[in-house]
């Protein structure tokens, strides 16, 4: 989810802590104004850095604000009600809503697809695995995958490091490779080049990725290449 979605699916949340946090700092003694100043900058200060230098703007870089933020929204309610147990209170609501979170929310970082891939490395954990990327960032999600095969290779097409597959000693002798291979790439080409550096031509698909949210599948195909 991106910033600017956010903020339109919570400006009226984002807009009513604002003005309980405005009428907490008028309330409070010197101390107390300290904590909340302590507690908000920080988080003001990060988001808007967050969103100036990052290129992709999606909600894990707003996760590292997320305690200081839960401590200021009661800190604010401490300062502006006043009321009998409202420590015990405030706690207990804290504990209630973590404790929903837990019982109710789907984590939104897990691979609901990912048993297959790891599945699929098991069996072919003998073979040559090699990721495919045009970047240097996205092969991190497969490190679980990769742990698995004895023997791992990253290559970037944008550095033409495919070439690296001709005449390697380890293809030559094992005779195949399990390639894993973006969606947003082009399969038929690559595929092409790889068969031609590597001299097989037999792809069987091992895994397909499913069709969902980017975020919550594994956005690539794996495929066994031999001769």
């Known amino acids: 989810m991106k910033f600017s979605s956010l903020w339109r699916k919570h400006a009226v949340i984002v807009l009513l802590l604002a003005v309980i946090a405005l009428a907490a700092f008028r309330r409070s003694p010197g101390p107390q104004r300290f904590y909340l100043l302590l507690t908000f900058l ?7 850095v967050t969103v100036k230098f990052t290129s992709f703007q999606t909600l894990r870089y707003l996760m590292p604000m997320l305690p200081l933020m839960v401590l200021g929204v009661f800190l604010m309610a ?22 929903l979170g837990l019982a109710t929310s789907t ?14 490395a098991q069996t072919y954990q003998d073979v040559p695995f090699v990721v495919v990327n045009d970047n240097y960032f996205n092969h991190m999600k ?36 399990v390639v894993s291979l973006p ?10 080049q790889i068969c031609q550096s590597t001299g097989f031509r037999q792809v069987t698909t091992l895994c397909t990725s499913p069709n969902g949210p ?9 495929y066994l290449i031999s001769r």
């Open 42 to 48: 920080p988080t003001l200060g990060f988001f808007l």
């Open 78 to 99: 401490g300062l502006v009600w006043d009321f009998p147990y409202k420590t015990r209170v405030l706690t207990g609501i804290a504990a209630g809503l973590v404790l």
């Open 107 to 120: 984590p939104n970082g897990l691979y609901p697809g990912y048993a297959a891939y790891l599945d699929a």
């Open 142 to 177: 497969f490190l679980p995958e990769m742990m698995r095969y004895h023997h791992s290779l990253i290559l970037n097409t944008t550095r033409g490091e495919l070439e690296v597959l001709e005449n390697d000693p380890l293809l030559e002798q094992e005779g195949r490779v």
């Open 183 to 192: 969606v947003y790439l082009d399969q038929s080409a690559l595929l092409e």
């Open 214 to 222: 980017r975020d919550r599948e594994v956005k690539a195909n794996v």
